[in-house]
């Protein structure tokens, strides 16, 4: 029988000498194998494990609740943020109001960039917005992450290099493995019939698309805040305040010459 991956997080109530193998000895004489197991949070612990039945996981849950150096707080199927807090020793930030808009800081770029790649990895439609002001490494964590995919990106409209603006796309750059990137500032200011007819056509396809400046774009289209599966925003420290009041007019005021395709 294939073995079933679940996440475990517990709280440590006292912290006294030899806890961790105690709880290592318990997943070994329940047959239960450790993946992977880091501090998540102060005074908690995140395991992943794999057990091949699910009376494993009852009996664990069981003997855990009779503990009193520890108390469960999590025992389920792993979710992403799940496998995120262990391997990077904390959980990402979510919205308090809006689930899925997810928070990050320049300091967190291995983690940002670990969190795209993994939901680049899955296959079909997902629409995802990055907030940020200029220079905080949207676009290159874009990128980065869709190295670590394995996955082809293709700019659509952008400003990492140049002004990008494309009107079409070449043999080979249609294809559900791609991650689309577009700048909702520059397709808004810049673009022509011709592009729009492209984002459209992009936006159709069962890929990934990545936009950056969402708020920008839904203005310039018939699509909604709402129609993003996921929004992230990128800050230089936690205070940064994400406006459009000067990024509009600064971001083509680079001197930069816009090539078409």
Request: hydrophobic share 40%.
């Amino acid at each position: 029988m294939k073995k079933t991956e679940w996440y475990i997080e517990y709280e440590i109530l006292i912290n006294r000498p030899g806890l961790l193998g105690d709880i290592a000895s318990l997943l070994g004489m329940l047959s239960i194998n450790i993946i992977m197991i880091n501090g998540v949070k102060d005074a908690r612990r995140g395991l992943l494990i794999l057990a091949k039945h699910d009376d494993q996981i009852k009996r664990l849950r069981t003997i855990i609740n009779t503990m009193d150096t520890i108390r469960l707080i999590k025992i389920r199927k792993p979710k992403l943020r799940d496998k995120l807090a262990v391997r990077h020793g904390r959980y990402i930030s979510r919205d308090s109001d809006d689930h899925k808009t997810i928070r990050f800081v320049r300091d967190d770029l291995g983690l940002l960039v670990d969190f795209m790649a993994e939901l680049f990895k899955t296959e079909g439609h997902k629409l995802i917005g990055i907030r940020g002001m200029p220079r905080v490494g949207k676009t290159e964590s874009v990128v980065a992450a869709s190295v670590c995919a394995n996955k082809r990106w293709v700019f659509v409209s952008s400003t990492l290099l140049k002004q990008t603006i494309r009107n079409q796309l070449i043999e080979g750059e249609y294809s559900p493995d791609n991650i689309y990137i577009m700048d909702g500032i520059v397709s808004k200011h810049r673009a022509s019939e011709k592009h729009w007819q492209l984002v459209r056509e992009i936006m159709q396809l069962p890929a990934v698309k990545v936009i950056e400046h969402p708020d920008i774009f839904v203005q310039a289209t018939e699509y909604d805040i709402q129609d993003f599966d996921y929004i992230i925003e990128l800050r230089s420290h936690e205070e940064e305040e994400i406006t459009y009041r000067d990024v509009e007019s600064t971001q083509f005021d680079r001197g930069f010459n816009m090539f078409d395709f």
